[in-house]
């Protein structure tokens, strides 16, 4: 059994007895597999990303276009243009402190854990332990629902690709009645896991490709819709001004719900972390990639939305479309052929999207089992050699839970309000937990940290923290209000609790005796 010491005096020791400093983020490959053995870890991840391409893993976790494109409903029924356009740059703006925190601390502790092995380093001794359970199921229960709702978006948005081709009768061809979204759902889920267990040393280009693919695909719809605009274009006035709250509530808060769209776009934005051990200097390049994606992202995000604003049909017609994309295309392009060639970029980000997203979930179910945290983690913290050292079981066990909670549409046509939410919800504590142990030690850990944000750090630690105390009730709440129907409800708050009582109850059975958290040297 490993013992436990203040992480404030630890120093990791090299094989050859020389001292290791995490946080100078002088760490080649080598060095870094000698850093993990330090803090307690066999290193059995292949290093085999650069900064760049993890930065675009970063990117393609995101998938701008496509994210933003599936959760637009939000802003337009919270509160239109200004909550489309505004919200998205107030959000990137809060996030960019979210990832700048998460960096300074990441290049001090570089491992698979992420944020649940930073809250046990940097919390305590007394407390260490159920400060780390707490993080590490907030970090597994929202990776694992964000991966669910990026496949459950990529359903649903297809779904309404293919409805821009009508029927005689003006309908879309495709009913899309559950049994149909629900298997559309399973083949994309197992294509996604498929592709991520079969083909990890091709990931990094896919990754590569996709940057490409995504700023040419922004490109080509931004010149389309505009140029075209088929029933004519807003104003600038319009597009940056107005304000139209559909939601029921207050306009204040309808603009704040609308925020959603912004927050699950960006919700990914620490799940990178999970790769630190499948990279070769992951002290420097994790972090740079982590801030460098949010700037792109914000920029990729406005030239592919302000374009849409401009076009925007009646959004009271909008509103009554689950997914609104498709048809702002094909009003502004003026044919189904046409609106669907441009919605084909997005499908395959979509399809990119959920890849990235399946691949940095197995590593974090992974690292949370390889501590002993997950029940029956001999087999979750399993690596497969023979496929390229993937740790497949945890991926199974990942995708076996999302396709049970796909089970839930059949119930509910509210059900991915519900995945996307308690993903953000549980992303965003899990990510507050290490910077809000590091505020109440004052900051001392990170001082020499080779990312250090200086005195800079402590504004971005509070601007983090307090959008997650913000974020939490939330995205707890309907869309739209009064809810009428049950299945309009937001049921975010029912999966978090679900998943809250089995970590408590397995903490309870097992983990107050058993767990000690990661090892410590």
Not at 8 to 32: F, H, K, L, N, W
Request: with cysteine; hydrophobic share 50%; charged share 10%.
């Amino acid at each position: 059994m490993s013992t436990h010491s203040s992480a404030s005096t630890q120093r990791p020791v090299s094989m050859s007895g020389e001292a290791i400093r995490p946080e100078t983020g002088d760490i080649d490959a080598g060095s870094a597999d000698e850093l993990l053995v330090s803090l307690g870890y066999t290193p059995e991840l292949s290093r085999n990303r650069s900064t760049l391409q993890v930065a675009f893993m970063s990117f393609v976790l995101a998938s701008i276009p496509y994210g933003l494109a599936t959760t637009l409903y939000y802003p337009l029924i919270g509160g239109g243009p200004v909550n489309i356009i505004w919200g998205w740059v107030a959000v990137s703006a809060i996030v960019i402190c979210v990832a700048a925190s998460l960096g300074e601390i990441t290049s001090v502790y570089p491992t698979a854990g992420g944020v649940y092995y930073q809250t046990f380093m940097l919390a305590p001794p007394n407390w260490r332990r159920l400060a780390a359970w707490t993080c590490g199921w907030l970090y597994v229960v929202g990776n694992i629902t964000i991966t669910l709702a990026v496949n459950f978006g990529s359903t649903t948005f297809l779904v309404g690709c293919i409805n821009v081709f009508e029927t005689a009768d003006g309908e879309g061809v495709l009913a899309g009645e559950p049994y149909q979204v629900f298997l559309i759902f399973l083949g994309i889920t197992l294509l996604c896991n498929a592709i991520s267990s079969l083909g990890n040393r091709w990931l990094p280009i896919l990754d590569t490709f996709a940057i490409f693919w995504t700023f040419a695909g922004v490109i080509a719809i931004m010149i389309c819709v505009l140029v075209i605009a088929k029933n004519g274009r807003h104003d600038a006035t319009w597009v940056f001004t107005h304000f139209e709250a559909n939601s029921g509530w207050t306009p204040g808060w309808s603009f704040m719900v609308g925020l959603l769209h912004a927050a699950y776009a960006t919700s990914s934005t620490g799940m990178i972390i999970s790769m630190c051990e499948e990279v070769r200097a992951p002290a420097t390049q994790v972090p740079k990639a982590m801030i460098l994606t949010i700037c792109i992202n914000t920029v990729a995000g406005l030239m592919f939305m302000i374009p849409l604003v401009f076009v925007l049909p009646d959004i009271q017609e909008l509103i009554l479309l689950a997914q609104p994309v498709p048809a702002i295309i094909k009003s502004a392009i003026g044919n189904s052929g046409g609106a669907f060639g441009l919605l084909i970029p997005l499908l395959v980000l979509a399809l990119l999207c959920g890849i990235g997203c399946t691949t940095a979930t197995s590593r974090c179910v992974y690292a949370f089992a390889r501590d002993g945290a997950i029940p029956g983690s001999k087999w979750w913290k399993t690596i497969n050699h023979k496929l390229d050292d993937v740790p497949l079981n945890a991926m199974m066990l990942s995708m076996v839970v999302q396709i049970v909670l796909g089970v839930i549409y059949f119930g509910s046509s509210a059900a991915f309000n519900a995945f996307s939410g308690v993903g953000v919800i549980a992303l965003t504590a899990a990510y507050a937990a290490p910077i809000v142990v590091s505020m109440l030690s004052g900051r001392e850990t990170v001082r020499t940290a080779n990312f250090s944000l200086g005195h800079f750090g402590w504004f971005c630690n509070i601007v983090a923290v307090c959008w997650s105390v913000l974020v939490i009730p939330l995205f707890c709440m309907p869309t739209a209000v009064p809810v009428l129907d049950p299945t309009l409800m937001n049921y975010a708050s029912v999966v978090f609790v679900g998943f809250t009582v089995i970590s408590i109850a397995w903490y309870l059975a097992w983990g107050r005796a058993n767990y000690v958290g990661p090892p410590t040297a």
